[in-house]
């Protein structure tokens, strides 16, 4: 006989114990279930309460089942009570949702939970809502979705236009998709089942690279929800802009504000053929066929609105022992550049299998493909954005020849609008195709009730292939005042070569991994246990080949190019790293709840001695309105304070910091023109480096009360950031020649808190639900190792003097974020001013001090300005304040939401100085801003009506002393907008019904539909979400999409 | 047992796989120490990393490529134009801030330090390697020598910045006691004798001959000759110092001239690196000593190669606006050094400062086209003709007419803005004469970068040999170069006229500011100095000329104070080692 024989034997002896109710009569009973609304719910489990006989509802919410007489039943669906009736013949059940959601299934590190039995901090999002709005990449999407995550996006390029997310203001979080690290990138937002912010020490369990949080997305699997398919499509059309962009101010102003204002040559202003004067201004006037108005030159790079489509068909269900979502998509994000120029494409496929294959034994078989297509004329982003903001309005960006690359009579002329055309700079092509396999089988231990192993392997392939075809083109002048047409158009310089370059990066990744888990329960006592074993080994293989000069565009391949200048390199690395995983959760009478974790984590990238390190952590929950005392309160439905601690790290510090030797370098020397290897001391190392320790602490208290009428989740945290690595500033002078290794030496910390507040009701025919969140958060260095300047053994002016200087900048107990610089009071507006100016401000007498310069206000009055005389200006780009409010209405057929969102605690910091380059700027301060508050000069030469900006009173000077940083410059800001807001149009089932559709839905999306901020004169004109950079990036964008959701 | 075997199949291996992962991984670059110190190839390349590091051209880092694909700091012509010789197009630009900065006690500008000490520890690391390693005696020699000649090399740049600096000879261990490590500076002297030591070793053990880019005998000597003749002018125009920290005592001058004089004399007689000559016309001669690789006056010099990807962009930007490739047009000589270049017919270079009151119409072949040579090949000219082109510079056109210009093409209106707007004068520095820059790619210059050349060695010569009262020797050699480029010889000599013809030879070429410090000229020579450009206009009836002086706004207010005759050590390395003293005025 064999094995299998015997479990089958011995299985179905327990099921004939547990089942001795068998034997009594047996009624056939019949029904529907439906929610409050009255639509059916599809997968509510009925069972016969005190066996375990039971089935489940189908689609159209209808369900049959044998049961005893007098029986009882229990109505179970995730996300709505409980209930319990009385069986007969014909049922019809209404289910209640459940405001506190305490049976929703929350993911967790290696596994699920309710949200009832929750010790630590878990915000919990589903696809369903993240996907009111369509967005190109998942971490757009979650921004105003929990409270605690800060969500920033910095541009709106296609393919560049990843969000920066922090969980807690701490640095970027570990991302999860299905149980392996990866990016957002990787994931169609379509296919989310859910999304989990881990906060605090329930990230512990990811261990060395969980320090800063973790991010887990469940895609969606198989339902088990009753039998058949749903199919699913969402198809979207968005129509996009840019939020906000600086413009050019007309010609006339222009040549105004250079020529009358700033005493600036007008030969910088104007293209050689054109001079101020109405003669010269009708040739232009011939020309362009307009007044002298001037060209913006982002009216010519820009288009106004452009688009981008998304489609997603997915079907989602169960055959007799297989469940499965299968599910392909298609995005096509288009720039504000034109669209010849600039495509960007991805086409995902995923299949997730759930099979069973026989009594015992599961298995899971994952697999998903993306593939991103980056298609784009050949253009450096920085390189665009400085000639596109210095482009002169007074210069032509078009020729009437268009064929003749124009110029933009500034210093670097290569036209912007030639740069991003594929036929004039060549192109840039990226493919990157990510490959995901997972297979895992589970085994249900039969004769160990409750146990399952799991065995799983992951393997992924992530290429990114990269070719550039860069092409040289010439730049004209443009003179209509010369006579012979050849000579109309002048050869002014080339830009770029004639280059191909191809590169290849290539990621593998293999990830077996072990897991046993141990469910029992004895009474009020539950009990689950999970030990996990895995490993991971990545190798990474890196390919370039480049030439010049290509024999023809027509045939743009290395093999085709010149010989003359060729390159090639090979790069090579690997890692591993092996963890031990284990977590006991143990609870009482569903009261008293207590988890207990702990992770073993070892990477090759340390030395044997520190290279494992071991992360436990502990957390309490007390769910106070399962008391006795508290459960016939009506007004509480739940109440629950939780408290956790827990130990993390950061692991990605260090590579190979502990070995000595010498590095093999990339390049070379030259002696009789060969080229020679170079090798260099990798300098001394620190056998013992190690990881970043993370303790995080965290309290929170969670609540419902008036049946949803208040809901409310707060959390306080502290976290400890140890063994921070920093070369010691102890030990050796500079003169030594090697600095010390990195040493695991400094300590930072974070405190803050998350609030959420939710309120669910109903005027009439509508229910709403409003959900606000406010979370604030920051850091201080706690223990910092820095260079404290000697209070003793030195004269005592200079002991004060350094006493100060220590008090002042070292860091250690400050907050990490604060931003010195100069108070400021207006402008010198006359030399005379800066002769009689009784205070020092550059240290020479103010000798080189200008009229227009900043003037520095002089805190300690000592008649100098120093480092003495700074104060605090700003806070740091990083908004230390972020609040949202969801509100989400809904009636009959038509539902709305809008998400508000902002932040403050922050400063934005518009340039490096007051003045800007001449100009043709490509500084900070958009000529718009710099004519709307221009300076007069005065007939003596003084300036009579100063506003804001001082002249340049010499060729394109940079006041240097202005150059400090001062709180002229730097903004303490705050912002809200109108991030999402969605109306959405159910057609009537009588419809549907007839098209043979289960729902059709129609929405209408907007996406930063309106902002309000404080960044005064720059309002409108720069994002208040970026914080730095504005001139060399690619604006945000808002958009109005249309979209349509069936489900079959 | 068939299913738990079945089971037992999969999650084995499963098992296997975890436990496997190899967690004793290397990184691919790396070779361990004892290789290196037992095989003469990989000391010479570890020898290659410190001349790939010393920064031969310290301040003149002009966006360099080293064949790593990584381009170096974007700081180009700050010795130039701190030194007062002309200035950029832009205030922004690293040199024009370099030059307007009084630097404090935080530091001077990143562009103008130089911290080399972990190049110094290579250095002294080889020696160490090479006092201890067993193969060929020979190569053991001449690698010790090619250590000691880059150390003095970094220790002179120390010197003529800072002062005294901390002399390191050995690579000290961790375990050193803390007065062992914090290392007090050393006496200018005393450093200018380690490099003069460092130097006498580097000679006796070098080669006559090597690779061109290699240190030989000859560089060692030209490397001894500027060290010494600086260490005397410091002796001789500086007042001293109380901590001898930034002053040599004066009664040492004599003895430092002699030495320098010496050296320079010995690689004039040796023979081995005769002045270069034949290039046809006086200019072009002279233009190739810069541009014409393996040229027999180049003594020590960096190498460049385009097909192998070292470049370099001084090309780049000097190309004036018609011929460049974007940028050019970027470095603007001054008229008062325009006014040190004598005519060629010996008459004063300023003679016809008076005709620059854009009134009087001249002939540019007069008044541009007969001075010195040199200034004609490091400057570009009005119609100066380059690959068949003209390079223009007239702000404006008056009158009538169809006259074409030198290079026999059309004339335009007006000029590219660039050279109208600016200057009116443009450097030309290591662009050769023969057309060939035309076009020239982004960062596609491989001109060699000349360290040391023999025109250089006869005015250190010259100045040396009147400094100790051999004015006849020293005319000799100021004539030896002036013949060279056709110049009339000097009847009389002073030291007036040595420091002119010097700076006249070596325009351009990083010395002048650090000439003028060591004399200790540059508060005379540039404190708020007026800093005068040139407007053209040309009459298109005949392509006369006439022109006005005016002002260089930006670069008006450029202080030099007594203390920045020293570069302050800043305060982050004062407490990085106690033990060190600022300079004085800090």
């Known amino acids: ?1048 | 047992m068939n299913t738990i075997n079945k089971l037992l199949y999969f999650f084995l291996p499963m098992m296997l796989l975890v436990g496997c992962a190899d967690l004793d991984l290397q990184p691919t670059n790396m070779i361990g120490e004892d290789a290196v110190k037992n095989d003469p190839k990989l000391v010479e390349a570890f020898l290659t990393k410190i001349y790939h590091n010393t920064g031969w051209e310290t301040n003149d880092q002009a966006g360099k490529r080293d064949g790593a694909g990584t381009n170096n700091t974007h700081w180009r012509f700050v010795d130039w134009v701190v030194g007062g010789e002309g200035t950029l197009m832009a205030p922004w630009q690293e040199a024009v801030k370099a030059s307007t900065a009084i630097p404090t006690n935080g530091g001077a500008r990143t562009s103008l330090n130089y911290w080399p000490y972990a190049n110094i520890r290579s250095a002294n690391e080889i020696l160490q390697i090479l006092s201890e390693a067993t193969f060929d005696p020979e190569t053991i020699k001449v690698q010790s020598a090619e250590a000691k000649f880059m150390r003095a090399f970094m220790y002179l740049e120390l010197a003529k910045r800072y002062g005294g600096v901390p002399i390191e000879l050995v690579p000290k261990q961790l375990d050193a006691s803390y007065d062992e490590l914090m290392t007090p500076r050393s006496t200018l002297q005393a450093t200018y004798d380690q490099i003069l030591a460092d130097c006498d070793a580097a000679i006796a053990d070098l080669p006559g001959t090597a690779m061109s880019g290699k240190a030989t005998k000859w560089a060692a000597h030209a490397l001894k000759s500027r060290a010494a003749l600086y260490a005397a002018r410091i002796a001789k125009y500086h007042p001293q110092s109380s901590d001898g920290l930034t002053s040599i005592p004066a009664s040492m001058a004599n003895g430092y001239y002699t030495m320098s004089h010496a050296s320079a004399s010995a690689i004039i007689d040796s023979g081995k690196h005769p002045l270069h000559t034949g290039g046809g016309t006086y200019q072009k001669t002279y233009s190739e000593v810069l541009t014409k690789k393996g040229n027999s006056e180049s003594i020590f010099v960096v190498e460049y190669d385009l097909g192998l990807g070292k470049t370099h962009m001084h090309g780049y930007f000097l190309m004036p606006d018609g011929f460049k490739s974007g940028w050019g047009s970027n470095a603007h000589i001054y008229e008062h050094s325009v006014e040190r270049f004598d005519y060629k017919d010996g008459t004063p270079g300023n003679k016809n400062r008076g005709l620059f009151n854009n009134k009087a119409w001249f002939d540019i072949e007069e008044v541009v086209y007969k001075r010195d040579p040199r200034y004609l090949a490091k400057a570009w000219t009005p119609e100066e003709v380059y690959a068949g082109r003209s390079v223009w510079y007239h702000d404006r056109s008056a009158g009538a007419g169809t006259l074409k210009g030198r290079g026999g093409d059309v004339v335009p209106n007006r000029a590219p803005s660039r050279n109208r707007n600016r200057g009116g004068r443009l450097a030309q520095n290591r662009v050769p004469l023969d057309g060939s820059y035309e076009f020239i790619p982004y960062d596609g210059d491989d001109s060699d970068f000349v360290v040391f050349r023999t025109g250089e060695m006869y005015l250190n010569a010259a100045e040396a040999a009147f400094e100790i009262g051999k004015p006849v020797r020293a005319k000799q050699l100021v004539n030896a170069i002036r013949n060279r480029v056709g110049m009339p010889a000097k009847q009389v000599i002073d030291l007036a006229k040595i420091k002119n013809e010097r700076f006249c030879e070596l325009f351009g070429e990083n010395h002048h500011l650090w000439d003028l410090k060591t004399w200790r000229d540059a508060e005379a020579e540039l404190h708020m100095r007026t800093k005068w450009g040139v407007k053209w206009t040309r009459r298109k009836s005949d392509g006369m000329y006439k022109a006005r002086r005016w002002k260089w706004n930006f670069s008006q207010n450029t202080a030099f104070l007594p203390k920045m005759y020293w570069l302050p050590i800043g305060t982050a390395k004062l407490a990085d080692n106690p033990n060190l003293v600022e300079n004085p005025g800090y």
């Not at chain 1, 937002?189 to 320090?211: Q, T």
């Not at chain 1, 007074?394 to 036209?415: F, I, K, M, R, W």
């Not at chain 1, 990114?464 to 006579?483: A, H, R, V």
């Not at chain 1, 290849?504 to 990830?511: A, C, I, P, T, V």
């Open chain 1, 1 to 1048: 006989m064999n094995s299998k024989n015997i479990f089958r034997r011995l299985f179905l002896l327990a099921a004939f114990l547990l089942s001795t109710n068998l034997i009594f009569a047996q009624n056939i009973i019949s029904g529907t279930v439906a929610d409050g609304e009255g639509n059916p719910l599809p997968g509510v489990s009925i069972v016969e309460k005190g066996t375990s006989n039971g089935t489940v509802s189908d689609f159209d919410g209808n369900f049959q089942l044998n049961v005893e007489d007098g029986a009882t039943l229990m109505f179970s669906y995730i996300g709505y009570i409980t209930q319990e009736a009385g069986a007969s013949a014909s049922m019809n059940v209404i289910m209640q949702e459940d405001v506190s959601r305490l049976e929703e299934v929350v993911v967790v590190g290696y596994g699920t939970q309710q949200k009832k039995s929750l010790t630590g901090s878990v915000a919990s999002i589903s696809g369903e809502e993240i996907n009111l709005r369509p967005a190109p990449n998942t971490s757009q999407l979650l921004m105003g979705q929990a409270a605690g995550l800060s969500v920033r996006s910095g541009s709106g390029l296609p393919g560049n236009d990843f969000a920066t997310i922090r969980i807690r203001n701490f640095e970027a979080p570990l991302i999860i998709v299905d149980g392996i690290v990866a990016t957002f990138g990787q994931v169609d937002p379509n296919d989310i089942e859910n999304i989990s912010i881990l906060k605090d020490a329930a990230a512990s369990i990811y261990g060395a690279r969980a320090g800063n949080g973790v991010i887990l997305i469940t895609t969606k699997r198989g339902t088990d929800r009753g039998r058949g398919t749903k199919f699913t499509y969402n198809g979207t059309l968005s129509m996009s802009a840019l939020t906000y962009e600086p413009r050019t101010i007309g010609a006339n102003d222009y040549v105004n504000l250079g020529f009358n204002e700033q005493g600036q040559d007008k030969g910088d202003l104007m293209p050689p053929y054109l001079d101020w004067d109405n003669e010269r201004m009708q040739v232009y006037n011939v020309v362009t066929g307009e007044d002298f108005v001037g060209n913006d030159w982002r009216d010519i790079v820009y288009e106004d609105w452009t688009l981008q489509t998304q489609h997603n068909l997915s079907a989602r269900g169960r055959s007799e022992d297989i469940g499965y979502f299968i599910s392909i998509g298609f995005t096509d994000t288009e720039s504000q550049l034109r669209k010849a120029d600039y495509t960007h494409e991805r086409y995902n496929i995923r299949t997730n299998l759930d099979m069973k294959l026989n009594d015992n034994l599961t298995a899971q078989v994952d697999m998903s493909y993306f593939q991103t297509t980056l298609d784009k004329a050949n253009f450096d982003t920085n390189a665009f954005y400085t000639r596109l903001n210095s482009g002169k309005p007074t210069y032509l960006a078009e020729y009437p020849d268009q064929s003749y690359a124009s110029h933009t009579g500034a210093a670097s002329p290569y036209s912007p609008m030639y740069q991003v055309r594929k036929e004039f700079s060549g192109s840039i092509v990226n493919r990157d195709n990510n490959l995901r396999g997972a297979i895992s089988l589970t085994y249900d231990v039969p004769f160990i009730s409750g146990m399952k192993i799991t065995g799983s392997l992951n393997m992924e392939t992530q290429t990114e292939w990269n070719k550039s075809i860069s092409k040289q083109f010439p730049m004209y002048t443009y003179d209509p005042s010369l006579s012979t047409s050849s000579e109309i158009y002048t050869l002014y310089g080339t830009y770029k070569r004639d280059a191909i370059n191809v590169n290849s990066d290539r990621d593998m990744e293999l990830l077996p991994k072990l897991t046993v888990t141990y469910d029992a329960d004895w009474g009020d006592n539950v009990l689950n246990a999970l030990f996990v074993a895995e490993s991971t080994s990545f190798k990474r293989d890196y390919l370039m080949g480049s030439r010049t000069d290509p024999l023809s565009f027509e045939a743009p391949y290395l093999n085709y190019s010149s010989r003359a200048e060729l390159d090639n390199a090979e790069i090579f690395s690997e890692s591993a790293r092996k963890s031990f995983v284990g977590r006991v959760n143990y609870s009482h009478k569903d009261r008293y709840l207590f988890s207990a974790t702990m992770r073993a984590d070892a990477t090759a990238r340390y030395s044997v001695e520190g290279r494992w390190g071991y992360f436990p952590s502990l957390s309490f929950g007390w769910r106070i309105s399962e008391e006795d005392f508290m459960k016939d309160n009506s007004a509480w439905n739940n109440l629950k304070f939780r408290a956790s601690y827990g130990i993390m790290g950061n692991d990605a510090v260090s590579n190979f910091d502990f070995l000595t030797g010498y590095n093999i370098a990339n390049g070379f020397y030259l002696f009789n023109g060969d080229p020679y290897p170079i090798i260099s001391s990798a300098g001394l190392a620190n056998a013992l480096v190690t990881w970043e320790t993370m303790k995080i602490a965290n309290v929170g208290l969670e609540g419902t009360l008036w049946d949803g009428g208040l809901g409310f989740e707060l959390d306080v945290f502290y976290r400890l950031r140890e063994d921070i690595l920093a070369i010691p500033t102890e030990g050796v002078p500079f003169n030594f020649g090697a600095s010390l290794p990195r040493t695991n030496i400094n300590t930072r910390d974070n405190r803050g808190f998350d609030l959420m507040l939710k309120h669910q009701g109903k005027i009439g025919a509508v229910s709403y639900e409003i959900n606000p969140m406010i979370s604030w958060a920051r850091g201080k260095y706690v223990s910092w190792d820095e260079n404290i300047l000697p209070t003793e053994g030195v004269d005592s002016a200079t002991a004060a003097n350094n006493a100060l200087y220590n008090a002042r900048y070292a860091r250690t107990g400050q907050w990490d974020d604060l931003q010195w610089g100069f108070n400021t009071n207006g402008f010198f507006t006359s030399q005379s001013q800066i002769d009689s100016h009784p205070v020092d401000a550059d240290n020479a007498g103010n000798q080189t001090v200008i009229v227009g310069d900043l003037i520095f206000i002089d805190q300690n009055g000592d008649g100098i300005i120093d480092w003495k005389d700074q104060v605090i200006v700003g806070k740091g780009g990083m908004p230390k304040w972020n609040y949202s409010t969801w509100t989400k209405a809904r009636w009959g057929n038509w539902s709305v939401s809008a998400l508000f969102q902002g932040a403050t605690g922050y400063s934005v910091n518009f340039g490096g100085t007051t003045s800007w380059q001449g100009l043709n700027s490509h500084q900070s301060i958009p000529t718009q801003v710099a004519y709307d508050n221009r300076s007069i000069k005065g007939a003596n030469g003084d300036i009579e009506v100063l506003r804001r900006f001082p002249p340049a009173n010499n060729t394109g000077g940079v006041p240097a002393i202005s150059n400090r940083a001062n709180d002229f410059n730097r903004i303490d800001a705050w912002y809200l907008r109108l991030k999402t807001l969605n109306v959405s149009y159910n057609i009537p089932k009588s419809v549907t019904d007839k098209l043979g559709l289960e729902q059709l839905q129609l929405y209408l999306a907007g996406n930063n539909v309106i902002t309000f901020d404080n960044l005064g004169i720059y309002h409108g004109l720069y994002d208040p979400e970026v914080t730095g950079g504005h001139q060399g990036s690619y604006p945000t964008t808002k958009s109005w999409t249309t979209g349509l959701k069936i489900n079959f």
